[in-house]
């Protein structure tokens, strides 16, 4: 099946920097979704991508859409200590449009 | 908008036991709901499809006698975890959708552990 992959698998930054990480996929999609996961509860949308080239913000994320399809990239600007948590890329397959998640990406941030 | 709240949030039972967990949409009617399990420390796998009226589609590798799926409205989707051993201990988590054009939102997960 597809496999997406996330890197770097996690990160320990100081707060205030910024964040790069990303997604690779061995197939083509459609759509990229990035979610977070706070420990203990499930993931929440963050931004979604629909078009190749598509770079959208929301607040301090922006996230791209890559021009190849086969890959998103995520950045979080000048993090602080709530931006902890896992953060998967997701991208529907199939008629059903079920999705596919990413191997994650476990963020820390020390004050 | 679109909350989706998962009940019980945490479950401990004895082996053997069969434990329901309950997904509900609370704001929005969801043609499709799907359920999540969740290992520590890695990513969710799907584990199947449900959609309302229908019979679930379970992934490859999914007990579907194991894990029984009912969708009897749009807006409740219960996973019935048969039988539960300590292996069956996870994250269970699950989503939902209205049309297949949007994305998933979900629940905030149920532990189960087995002992």
């Known amino acids: 099946g597809q496999q997406l992959n996330q890197s770097p698998q996690s990160m320990f930054i100081q707060e205030g920097e910024d964040v790069s990480m990303n997604c690779t996929s061995s197939?083509?999609?459609?759509?990229w979704l990035w979610y977070k996961q706070d420990p203990g509860e499930g993931p929440v949308l963050l931004i979604a991508?629909?078009?190749?080239?598509e770079l959208t913000s929301n607040g301090r994320l922006t996230a791209q859409f890559g021009i190849t399809r086969k890959d998103s990239f995520l950045n979080i600007s000048a993090s602080i200590p709530s931006d902890v948590g896992i953060y998967f890329c997701?991208?529907?397959?199939?008629?059903?449009?079920?999705?596919?998640f990413g191997t994650g990406t476990r963020l820390q941030v020390t004050l | 908008g679109a909350v989706v709240s998962q009940h019980p949030s945490w479950v401990i039972c004895k082996s053997g036991t069969s434990v329901k967990i309950e997904c509900r949409s609370l704001?929005?009617?969801?043609?499709?709901m799907f359920w999540y399990r969740q290992f520590p420390k890695q990513s969710l796998m799907l584990m199947a499809t449900?959609?309302?009226?229908?019979?679930?589609?379970?992934e490859q590798g999914v007990e579907k006698d194991k894990f029984l799926i009912n969708h009897a409205s749009l807006t409740l989707s219960t996973l019935t975890v048969t039988s539960a051993h300590p292996e069956d201990s996870s994250f269970y988590i699950c989503?939902?959708?209205?049309?297949?054009?949007?994305?998933?939102?979900f629940g905030d997960g149920t532990r189960l552990s087995i002992l």
């Open positions: 991508l629909y078009k190749a080239g």
């Open positions: 704001d929005f009617q969801a043609t499709t």
């Open positions: 989503s939902a959708r209205r049309f297949s054009n949007q994305p998933q939102h």
């Open positions: 449900s959609n309302e009226g229908s019979k679930a589609t379970y």
């Open positions: 997701a991208g529907p397959t199939g008629t059903a449009s079920k999705l596919t």
């Open positions: 197939s083509i999609f459609n759509t």
